[in-house]
């Protein structure tokens, strides 16, 4: 399956708009430049085009199997999987010190969505397997940390999350998987977990759970998990792989996408011999497990955006190419013309486009502010770890559930081709699904806005967030152009000031705060994200101003403006980013907005309806 990426919108992103070049040179990005970071950013796209997309359709056509109690993946997975490992892309962003890439965390962030965008499936194992290393590195012993980092990051093991158990999905805290402590430090483990994601397959020759568990003496719910480390294959003091650990994967899952990445049921110590190591102090398991967890509610915020982008890209490659029916202009008897003349056809694509840059913003600028909130000390720091705390729900849950639609969107572009599997869209719209579903459901996502993440620290984050946004809103007031968005954008931030505030005040509010916390989440969304592409397009604006008085065409003499923009592709580029903004304000804001008219009338159907 060919890749597409709109690698300019990536580096004006990373570069022309966000201030990416000031994180370098200085702190623990003291060894990178721009020119590095650009170098680094095109190698990425060069290996997702070339090793990881090719192997895309493999994934989703033969899929993981598992066969005499082992998983076996694609075959061209393994080779794909080799590059990635050998380049140090696995702990892209991880520490030099114990083997990781160390890039700025908004260049991972574009690397990831090259990865995510030309091999859902197997990129999930870098994910995890960063996330499963970094945990050692923060909350390892140095034995452990020395046991198993580097094989992460390197890639030549790979690692897990295991919190899902049966009947512990959402409720982890119902978990039962039991720890009980062995002379030798280290802990038997016993129990089953659920869908756990690359929990076996035929990779790498040992792979690393992070699972939770409850000692004998734990308090119920999630105060009493403890965070265990548990190889597949057991690892001797030198380093050296010992015998099986008593992992058996009893079953994998048949599911609707990303059929490369195998889902895998875990039985550890059906036989009462797997042991683990504790990480951290004994149950404080789900704070720790938190870190990893808001870190790949981030990266699934990401993978949502990644899919949608190549979705879009594939849909308008196809829409230059099919012909059908006439121009809307001609009169009488003339040829059919590309299905891009089409205005349903644009509506579709560009809308589709807008979000994606919509999502690719408000991913950036999170990984942007966990840059800052890594580089600055004290309370400077504190202030943007606290918008990530913030940004993180919403991140995943809206960028997963605009990306799920964005793919619906350029599938119907296809028409009835759209449908088979002759062309990626369908399995772009699958693999899509899987991000409103794990890490946290987005419906669990936003009531964690709602009731943690917006009254933290006296709501101060939250304001200042919606603070930031109000700024551009006014910035761009008297804008000719960006002027009507920048008022829709204004109009939505009241809207959620004064949602906020009628939830307070209502007698119901707690009730009436559940039932729209994903329409509130929703808003909050576009509304950021609107306020990024504004500032986007302020860059632009002035970007294109420079073209055109350095080519001395003037923007209303629009037969020179025209033949600017098919000649010069930094006008054209600069012209569509202006549209973009525009276009993503007058899709989204309004439709968002209207959610809050079945809050402020208290209307409570899905409680009173007989069901
Ligand atoms: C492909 C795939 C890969 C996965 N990978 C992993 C993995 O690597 N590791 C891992 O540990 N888990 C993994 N999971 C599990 C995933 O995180 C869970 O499926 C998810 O958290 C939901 O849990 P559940 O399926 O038990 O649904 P349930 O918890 O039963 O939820 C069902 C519905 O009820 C809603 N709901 C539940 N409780 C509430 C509430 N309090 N308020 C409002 N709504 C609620 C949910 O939003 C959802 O819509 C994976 C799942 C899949 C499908």
Redesign the pocket.
Known sequence: MEYRVDLRDLKFQLFDWLPTEELLGAGRYADWDREQIEMVVDEAAKIAREKLAPTNEDGDDEGARLENGRVTVPASFREAYATVAGGGWVGSTCSPEHGGMGLPHVAGTVVNELFSGANLSLSLVFLLTRGAGQLIEDHGTDEVRGLFCEKLYSGEWSG?????EPHA???VGASTTSAVPLENGRYRIKGE?I???FGDHDMTENIVHAVLARLPDAPAGTRGLSLFVVPRVRVEAGGGLGGANDVVCGSIEH?LG?HGSP?CSLLFGSADGCEGFLLGEPHNGMRIMFEMMNAARIEVGLQGMAVAGAAQQAALAYARERVQSRHWTARGAAPPVSILEHPDVRRMLWTSESYVQAMRALLLQTSYFLDKAHLAAGDEGARYQSYVDVLTPICKAWASDWSFRVTEWCLQVYGGYGYTRDYPAEQYLRDAK?GS?????N??QA?DLVARKMPAAGGRPFRELLGMAAATAGRFAEDPLLGPPAALLGRALEEIGELAAAVQERPDGPLMMMLNAVPFLDLTGAALSAHLLLEQAGVAQARRAEILRAKGVDAADREAYQALLAADRDAAFYHNKILAASHFAYRALPAATAAGVALRAGETAPIDAVM
């Open positions: 897990t999350m295991c919190l899902t999905g959402s409720d977990k869908f756990i994601t599911k990303i889902t899987i579903i794990y890490e946290g459901t419906g669990i009531l």
